[in-house]
């Protein structure tokens, strides 16, 4: 139990730096105009919210 609780203090950083870096790249890909944007912007935010939780 210790060394579980050791080890997720040694990676929260990581995890919360990776979780708050995929939804800065897929949130503005959910504004983009034109036809990407049209085809993109369910996916963007899906896969935001997906990262977030």
């Known amino acids: 139990m210790e ?3 050791a080890g997720s203090r040694q990676i929260a950083f990581a995890v919360v730096a990776m ?3 995929l939804a ?3 949130v503005p ?3 983009a105009t034109g036809a990407t944007g049209r ?3 369910e ?5 935001a919210g997906v990262v977030m939780v």
């Open 39 to 41: 085809f993109f912007v």
């Open 29 to 31: 890909v959910a504004f």
């Open 3 to 5: 060394a579980a609780i």
């Open 24 to 26: 800065a790249v897929f």
């Open 43 to 47: 996916f963007a935010l899906t896969l």
């Open 19 to 21: 979780t708050v870096t």
